[in-house]
């Protein structure tokens, strides 16, 4: 991923740093509310990653020790590990291999009298179904706390990611699709949870009467997002319709490239979907000497994301609890490959990437 940077958007940013106004202020509630514009989420605060977000979310709920959060395994460690910052014990879940989300069977099979919420992972950018989602959190009285890290600009049955859930936090992180360079955003419709953490981000601060009468009526810490940092994601939010589309032409050339390549298979998109294409993946044998030997050419590709379990944080963790089976998660693990994909990419570019993994694949078999 390359980030897209324009004049306009260094402009934007001298405009901050000549007002002198560069903490969290009215260019971040600008942001805020063209991410709410293009959700359709009712409030949205930015703070200075997903994982705060996440984390803010949590606290909101007042979800602490002795509760349970079910977590998918396949997925960055920062979904689990807000769950222990807060106090709760993460349980980790397997994942379908197919889509590379949560299996919502075996999510439903681990829930306990102690789970008191679900954070679903729209990975990559492939959205959750939510008819299964708010089954079983309606069968359940669970809280939905989506991290939807990659998931901006992907959409359910026509709505988009941000307005499903209780909440949902997306990532800013240069490798996003929209980036502040470091930040999150968290979308809710609930006004007194906004009212929370919007308290919560700014040290537990009770509405604003002026410097002279600061009244705080909680313990809280400082997650604001500057509007220097807020100033690039606006000038990002101001052309997100002609950068999606953009990303979803490539994917759509990566997909025609591929489709029929021996040995790459795609990751299945959520019926009734709409993927946001954060990032582009595929699933091979022999993935490590794949993406040693594209390397070796030139070819920039990453691994997908971590299989909790196999990490010592999560493996010997009292808060964390793995259910058993995790097939689906360690096949994900062991076989994705990510490809390069960044706004500016050309055709040219697209074609040498899928020929070199067509040659590497074959070369390293199955």
């Known amino acids: ?25 009215p260019v971040t509630r600008e ?35 002795g509760d349970e959060v079910l977590v998918p395994d396949y ?31 075996a999510l439903e099979e681990s829930i306990t009298p102690k789970t008191k919420a679900v954070i679903p992972v729209s990975l990559f ?28 600009g992907s959409s359910y049955k026509g709505r988009m990611t941000g307005a499903w859930g209780d909440m949902a936090v997306f990532s800013h992180h240069p490798r996003k699709f929209i ?10 419709h609930d006004d007194r949870w906004t009212a929370w953490m919007h308290s919560y981000k700014h040290f537990g601060l009770a509405g604003d009467n002026g410097r002279e009468n600061l009244a705080f009526e909680r313990i809280g810490t400082n997650y604001k997002l500057s ?27 990566y997909l025609e490239l591929l489709m029929t390549v021996p040995g790459v298979a795609l990751p299945t998109i959520t019926p009734n979907g709409k993927h946001s294409w954060q990032s582009f993946c595929v699933l091979v044998e022999n993935r490590d000497a794949v993406m040693a030997r594209m390397r070796e050419a030139g070819i920039e590709v990453q691994i997908g994301t971590y299989a909790l379990h196999m990490h010592k944080a999560f493996a010997d963790n009292p808060l964390c609890r793995i259910q058993v089976g995790m097939a689906g998660s360690r096949a994900a693990y062991e076989r994705v490959l990510t490809l390069p994909m960044y706004h500016a990419m050309k055709e040219d570019e697209q074609w040498d990437v899928a020929e070199i993994l067509a040659r590497e694949v074959a070369v390293c078999g199955p």
């Open 1 to 25: 991923m390359k980030p897209w940077i324009t004049d306009a958007l260094k402009q934007r940013v001298i405009d901050v740093l000549d007002s002198g106004y560069l903490t969290e202020g």
């Open 31 to 65: 942001f805020e509310r063209a991410v709410a514009a293009f959700t359709g989420a009712r409030h949205v605060l930015a703070t200075t990653s997903c994982t705060t977000g996440l984390e803010l979310a949590l606290r909101c709920l007042d979800i602490g020790p």
């Open 75 to 105: 997925t960055y460690p920062a979904t689990a590990a807000v769950v222990n910052i807060v106090g709760a014990t993460a349980v980790l879940v397997d994942v379908d291999p197919a889509t590379l989300l949560v299996d919502y069977d």
């Open 125 to 152: 950018g492939n959205p959750l179904d939510w008819d299964r989602l708010n089954t079983i959190r309606n069968r359940h009285n669970l809280f939905m706390v989506e991290d939807a890290a990659c998931a901006l």
């Open 179 to 188: 980036t502040t360079g470091e930040g999150g955003t968290v979308c809710t």
């Open 227 to 253: 509007n220097i940092l807020a100033a690039v994601g606006l000038e990002q939010m101001a052309l997100v319709d002609e950068l999606l589309a953009d990303r979803r032409r490539a994917a759509e050339r």
